[in-house]
Structure formats: C-alpha cells, structure tokens
C-alpha cells in the first residue's frame, strides 16, 4: 500500500446523547455503530476550522463517530481470522489498522468521492473511534424512497450516480485499495450532491506492501452485492470485485430493486448463472480453480441479455449505461473492464448541483452553526445558554434522521418546508446578539 502521512491527528469531537445517555445512532459500519456527534468544522484541506476561524467567530458540523473495538474479545477468534494470544494486547484490532492505513493512503479527503478520515479519538471506555463528516442520505435511502413513491431515476440522475462511484473505486484501485463492500449503504450522499464512497471495513491491499500470509476474510460483503469468485471461496477477490458490485449497483439504481437477490449463497450464485450463463472452459475457464467450484453443482444455463433483466437498458436514455453495466457484470473476473475503463463507457449524467436539488431534500442541508466567541464569554454567566441552543440543534438532527427513515420522507421538504424549524445560522446569531444587548 502507498505510504500514506504519518501525523494522523487526534481530534476530540462531543458525541450526541438522548435520554438515558444513549449515543444517536445514524447508521452501521461493518464493524461498528455510527454515532451522531458535532464538532468543529473543518475546511477544504481537513483543519479545524475553529483554529483558522476569523476572529469573533467558531463554526460547528455533525460528525460520524464510528466505534472500533480496538482489541479481540478473549476466548473468541479475533479479526482476520487469528486467536487473541496470536495476536496480543498491544495490537490493535486489524480492521481499525487497515481501514486508517486505506484512508490515510488514499489522502485523507483529496478526491471528492472518497470519504474523508477527519481523525482519530480514544472512548474512556478504550474503543477506537474514527471521526468523518456527517452524511444525511445513502443511496439505499434514496432507492427504498424512489421506489415506495413509484418515482424511477432520471437517466441523468443515474448517469451522475455511477460517474461518482467509478471515479472513487478508480482513484482506489489506482493506490493499490480494493474497497471489498461496494453498496447502496455505503454510498453516501451529501448536501453538494457528491456521491462519496465510505466504510472502508474490508479494505484489501493489491499490489502494494506485503499481503498478510495469515489473511482469513474476517466478514464478507453483502450478499446481493457479492461477486462469484467471492460466492466460490476466493478470499482476495480484489477490485474486479468491487467493479462486479458497482454494476450491480448501476442496474439497481435503474430497477430500485437488487438485481440478484438470493436466500443464500447458493441460491445468490445461481441467481447470477441463470443470467449470466454458468462457468465453462469458454466463459471463466479459470472457475474450476475456485476453492468452492467443485463443492457445488449448478444445471448448465446459457446467458440471457442483460436487457431482459433490466429492460432501461435498452434504446436511448439509460441505454447509454448499457455497455458499463455490461462490462461491469462479466462472470470472469479477468474479462471485466477496470474502474477507468467503465468511466469511458459510461455517461457524463448530471452536475452535483442537479442531483443535490433533485435527490437531497432542504431539511438535510443544514451545513453549519456558527456562534460568536462573545457568546462563549456570555455563556460563564448564564449558565450554558450556548450549550443549550446547540443541544437544541443537535435535537433538530435527530428529528432529521428520523423524518429520513420514514417512507416517502426524502420526498418533501419536511413539515416546516424549511429545514425543520432547525434554528438558522443567522437566527442564533441575532439570539446571541439579543441577549448581549
């Protein structure tokens, strides 16, 4: 793996917690929970902007706390596959390992859809947390949406979806970072209407460094999104992998369903043949090699078109995706395109501006809070009215996340029709203005 900077900075942030002291919950890692939290907002090169901040001023963002056991449960098998005694107290779980190291060497937030490790934290309780900026919508999000409103995908939207994607796994794969769980979920929209790849979990090192001999997969992807090398044992599928996901991807964006969803591996692997032809000598004559091939007997099935499956496919419009999600989804790994190749296939789509008006409701774009450094001062004698404006508004993001969840709630802007009563920018200031006076 490229070296990546080796100041990684620990930056402390205050989780969110409702009644009873329990963290606000927004989502799941692979190997954690995601917490809400705020802390100060950063700029475009990764700095707390409060360090840089104009004098008078400090500027506040949510935050996406992801909690990491940093060691193995004693008595149980550890990450990577190996016993706690093999690996020992001092190490830190690999999965925290890698994923620093992956974002790190990726540039910590220099390509636009890859997420930005902001920095790391230590819990009293000992866990290790990782610290990214807050998203409000995932793609599974605005698929459930769509597709409980009847309401399909632009060709443009999509087109515009799937240029993010590729460009994040192609900037990956570049740096030698097979991501291992491409997803809707970990497809993260933000309020600019980049699509942001996130959850770097099961993270793969290809070509670069030493692959671990003692590698075991620790987790696998989700099964809807799973490659057939991976569904036949093949424990370091690399990005042909993630490219067979991001097609998958693609054709669910058009469908606003899972294109192949099976029961279990099994019935997901013959799923996939049943489209996609079974392997032979012709189609993947490197299939007999899988560790699993000669376990499993699938009847011999031809391929159909991939048109038949998704029939946006086919003519002008979505018909443009056609030749990517074909290259895309080739039974052989070694035949499917590469990140870069599936970006020259691909259409340009629509500009972030569009996908953010059309796909990010105005009760999620609440990008800031800022509150004047008088107010600080005004704080020590009222005791904690500035805390409690931004307990308010931390409450108002929870109101967010659960309107978001609710079916049809990405499809308005919310009761208010503006941002949830959430308080402005500019309505706390002339509160603290007010009180002052």
């Not at 991976?230 to 690399?238: E, I, M, N, Y």
């Not at 992998?241 to 991001?246: E, L, Q, R, S, Y």
């Not at 499956?309 to 990517?324: F, I, K, Q, T």
């Not at 035949?335 to 999620?364: F, I, N, S």
Request: glycine share 12%; net charge negative; charged share 25%.
């Amino acid at each position: 793996m490229p070296s990546g900077k080796s100041d990684l900075q620990i930056r402390h942030v205050q989780p969110v917690t409702l009644s009873g002291g329990r963290g606000c919950a927004v989502g799941h890692g692979t190997f954690g929970e995601i917490k809400l939290g705020i802390g100060p907002a950063w700029d475009d090169d990764g700095d707390w902007r409060h360090v840089t901040a104009p004098e008078g001023e400090l500027r506040f963002r949510h935050v996406a706390i992801k909690s990491i056991r940093p060691f193995a449960t004693a008595g149980r098998f550890s990450s990577r596959g190996r016993r706690p005694e093999e690996t020992g107290p001092e190490r830190i779980a690999a999965e925290a390992a890698d994923e620093i190291r992956a974002l790190r060497a990726l540039g910590d937030g220099s390509h636009p859809n890859v997420v930005r490790l902001l920095g790391v934290d230590v819990a009293d309780d000992g866990n290790i947390l990782l610290l990214f900026p807050y998203f409000p919508l995932d793609l599974s999000h605005v698929i459930t949406d769509r597709s409980v409103r009847n309401a399909p995908l632009s060709d443009a939207m999509a087109g515009a979806l799937v240029r993010d994607l590729l460009s994040a796994l192609d900037h990956c794969h570049s740096n030698g970072i097979a991501h291992g769980d491409v997803k809707p979920g970990n497809l993260l929209l933000g309020q600019d209407g980049l699509l942001v790849l996130a959850d770097f979990g099961l993270v793969q090192t290809v070509g670069h460094g030493r692959p671990d001999p003692d590698f075991e997969p620790h987790a696998l992807c989700t099964l809807y999104y799973r490659s057939p090398e991976s569904l036949l044992g093949v424990t370091r599928p690399g990005p042909p992998a993630d490219i067979f996901a991001a097609g998958l991807v693609a054709a669910e964006l058009l469908l606003l369903a899972p294109l192949f969803r099976g029961s279990n591996s099994i019935d997901q692997l013959q799923r996939i043949y049943r489209l996609l032809g079974s392997p032979d000598d012709g189609r993947w004559p490197g299939a007999a090699e899988t560790p699993d091939h000669g376990k499993l007997t699938f009847r011999s099935c031809a391929p159909l078109d991939l048109e038949l499956a998704v029939p946006r496919l086919v003519g002008g419009g979505a018909g443009s995706l056609a030749p990517l999600v074909t290259g895309c989804l080739r039974l052989n790994p070694a035949q499917r395109e590469d990140a870069k190749g599936c970006l020259r296939l691909g259409r340009e789509g629509a500009c972030p501006e569009d996908v953010a008006a059309e796909l990010v409701p105005a009760y999620l774009r609440e990008p800031e809070m800022v509150m004047s450094r008088a107010s600080l001062k005004y704080e020590r004698t009222t005791g904690g009215w500035v805390e409690g404006r931004m307990r308010e508004w931390m409450d108002r993001a929870v109101e967010m996340i659960q309107l978001r969840d609710t079916k049809g709630g990405l499809g308005d802007a919310g009761p208010t029709g503006t941002s949830l009563g959430v308080p402005s920018v500019v309505g706390i200031l002339r509160a603290i203005r007010v009180s002052n006076s």
